[in-house]
Structures are given as C-alpha cells and as structure tokens.
C-alpha cells in the first residue's frame, strides 16, 4: 500500500481506503440481512492495509456505523491493526448541539472514544457554517474528533467552512470523483492541491460502472490492464490516486474485490499512460 499526508497533518493514510454505503442498509433504513458478510469485508479490507475506513450516521440508519464497531472490536480480539476511523453528520444535523448529539451517537454505535475524522455529509443552505463549525471545534476540544473534514462541498462553500474555523484546519472534502466523473478537475481539485487538503475520492469506481461492458472508453483501460496484468479496477483506481492530493474509498462487499482493490495503488504506469487514461 501507498501512502500520503491528511491535509496539512503529519497524518499518515493509505491512498485506498474502504467505503460502507450499503453495507448494513441504505440511507436511513437498517438492512440485517448480510452482518456477517460486512463486518467479513470490513476486518478483511483493514487487513488487506485499506485501513481508512469510512461511514456516517445516515448510513443503514447509524447500523453501518454498528457493524464497523463490530469489525473493530474483531480487529482487536485478533492482532494490533492501525485503523483510521472517518464518519459524517447528515445534512439535517447541522445545527451546534445537533452536532454535538450526532457524534456523541455515532461514538457510541462505533464503540470508540474519539473518531479520526469528523465530516460535514452535504452542505444545508439553511444552517450557517459558522454554527456548525463551531460545534466541530468543540468536538476537537473535548477528544470526540482528531480532524474536521467535510464532503460534497465546492470550493468556494470550504473556504466559507475554513474561514469560520477559528483555531482548527479542514483536512479534506469527500467528493464524488472517478474516471466516470471527472467533475472536480475543474476547480474543487487544483484548489484542494493548492491548499493542502486531501480530496477523498467517493463512488471512485462509478458505483459499479467499471463492471459496464458498454463504454467503448474501457477497451483502451482493458489493454492496459492486460498490459500490466491489473484488472480494469486496478488500472482506474491506479490512475486516481497516483496524481497526487486524492485517496480513493472504494465499496467492496466481494473478498475478491477487495483483496484487488487493496493492491491498486501498488505499481505505475508509463507517465504517457496516464496522461492517455486522463485524455479518454
Ligand atoms: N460523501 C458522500 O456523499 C458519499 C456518497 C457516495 C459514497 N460515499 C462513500 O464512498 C464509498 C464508495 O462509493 P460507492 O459505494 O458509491 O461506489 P464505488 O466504490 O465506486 O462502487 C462500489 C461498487 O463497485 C464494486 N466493486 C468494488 N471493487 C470492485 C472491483 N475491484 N472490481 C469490480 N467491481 C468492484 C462493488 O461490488 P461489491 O460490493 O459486490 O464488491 C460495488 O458494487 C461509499 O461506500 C461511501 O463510504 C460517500
């Protein structure tokens, strides 16, 4: 595994994390059915050195953020693994003690003391930043978070959450970037690299896409996966992240998915290989 710096931090991550959107349920709504096989992945993907794990709140309804406790109390029944733990506060939750309420639940679903990475989920118009940022600050004061992130924020709304921040630095904005997206190279990335902050790359496979046999733009990506004998996957998530200021999160229910997705980041292409991928 490759790694990098959390923003401005001293903080070490792994450029492949490992998402739980679905995992235990859907936004809101718990989903029982399949415990057993999340907290499997999730124990598996931190074995595999996808240490970063990332949840929220709204996540099966807080169960998601259940199962991850689950698999890291697992984690520590079975051997000394580094784990860096990121969750969100949904968008409805905005308001100062709402915040304070959401992580304080959200640490005990997780059965931890303190979380990594607190985030903002999605911007709300209808609060003030300032409120909320406030709040966050408190929770770095208290111990209940290390860092303060946000996520589906463009730049100008982080510089509007930065410049409420009276003592603290965000480290990152959780975004939706992919081959199959590409629309934070227009601003929010350069501005995130000129900054210092770690762009988190959600849905980084397209939600799946990359399993679809109908973008003709995939048959170049499969040449270069067997050039280098990499999986389609492997080649996308390679080119995400090897650029430098973003981490990739991928959601991976299939061990075999994972154990490929840990390893992504793992080799390089030809400089002109990414720039091709880039151009496709
Ligand atoms: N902040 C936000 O608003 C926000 C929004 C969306 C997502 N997220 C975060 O980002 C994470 C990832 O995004 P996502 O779940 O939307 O989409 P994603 O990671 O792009 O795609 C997940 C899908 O790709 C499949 N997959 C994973 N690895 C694969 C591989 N090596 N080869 C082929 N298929 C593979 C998975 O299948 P299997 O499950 O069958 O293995 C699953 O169907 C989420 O879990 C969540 O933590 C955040």
């Known amino acids: 595994m490759r790694y990098t710096r959390l923003g401005k931090t001293n903080e070490r991550v792994p450029l492949i994390g490992f998402g739980t959107w679905r995992l235990g349920g859907g936004w809101w709504s718990e989903d029982r059915s ?14 595999k050195g996808c240490w970063l794990i990332d949840t929220a709140e709204a996540y099966g309804g807080g169960h998601t953020e259940e199962l ?41 679903r997780l059965g931890l003391k303190q979380v990594d990475l607190y985030q903002v989920h999605w911007p709300n118009e209808r609060i003030d930043i300032a409120e909320t940022m406030s709040a ?75 399993n679809s046999s109908s973008d003709k733009r995939l048959t170049k990506i499969d040449e270069l996966a067997a050039k280098y004998n990499k999986t ?27 154990e490929e997705n840990a390893v992504a980041a793992d080799f390089e292409m030809a400089e002109e290989e990414y720039t091709l991928i880039s151009r496709l």
């Open 34 to 47: 399949q415990d057993e096989r999340a907290i499997e992945a999730i124990v598996l993907a931190v074995k």
């Open 136 to 210: 966050f600050e408190r929770l770095i004061e208290e111990g209940k978070t290390r860092y303060i992130g946000v996520s589906n924020f463009s730049a100008k709304q982080v510089e509007e959450a930065q410049s409420s921040l009276r003592k603290y630095e965000l480290v990152s904005d959780q975004v939706s970037y992919s081959f199959f997206d590409r629309k934070p190279e227009a601003e929010l990335l350069p501005y995130c690299r000129k900054n210092n902050l770690t762009l988190i790359a959600y849905s980084p496979l397209g939600r799946g896409v990359v």
């Open 68 to 108: 991850v406790g689950s698999a890291l109390r697992r984690l520590r029944s079975e051997g000394d693994y580094e784990v860096f733990v990121a969750t969100k506060v949904a968008p409805e939750h905005l308001h100062y003690d709402d915040v304070i309420r959401s992580c304080e639940a959200s640490l005990k």
């Open 232 to 258: 389609r996957a492997q080649i996308l998530l390679n080119w995400l992240v090897s650029r430098g200021g973003v981490v990739a999160i991928p959601k991976a229910a299939d061990p075999k998915h994972i």
